[in-house]
């Protein structure tokens, strides 16, 4: 399993994102290579698609997918929580979700990396 922890420095978030996303791992004894990669540029956020900080991909696929509307770009980023409130953080339990569904590897919404 490949986690990517893509983070944007003026968000600050990141810090305590990836800890949860380490708590996690820990909690449910997953053995991953976490790769985290700094967001410096538009340039850098169109290649990630990346929608905001922090970013959580597993297996290339973002643990809370983007709508078609969203458009790369430096800033900060928003959760919507099961209870349906606003966060900067995802939830324990998104990355819990996104984990078990890497683990039986269904669906196909991978991210491509563009050149």
């Keep these: 399993m490949q ?3 893509l983070y944007y420095e003026d968000c600050p978030s990141h810090d ?3 800890e949860r996303l380490k708590t996690v791992l820990a ?4 053995q991953a290579d976490v790769q985290v990669v700094k967001i410096e540029t538009e340039a850098q956020a169109q290649k990630w698609r990346f929608i905001g900080s922090p970013t ?3 297996d290339g696929r973002d643990i809370d997918p983007p ?4 458009v790369p770009a430096l800033t900060c980023r928003a959760y919507r929580l099961e209870d349906g409130r606003i966060s900067p953080l995802p939830s324990k339990e998104m990355i819990r979700r996104a984990l078990k569904t890497a683990e039986r590897d269904v669906g196909d919404w991978r991210l491509e990396i563009r050149d």
């Excluded at 709508?67 to 969203?70: A, K, L, R």
């Design 27 to 30: 909690e449910k004894n997953v």
């Design 16 to 18: 305590t994102a990836l």
């Design 56 to 58: 959580i991909l597993v």
């Design 67 to 70: 709508g078609p509307e969203t």
């Design 3 to 5: 986690i990517t922890f």
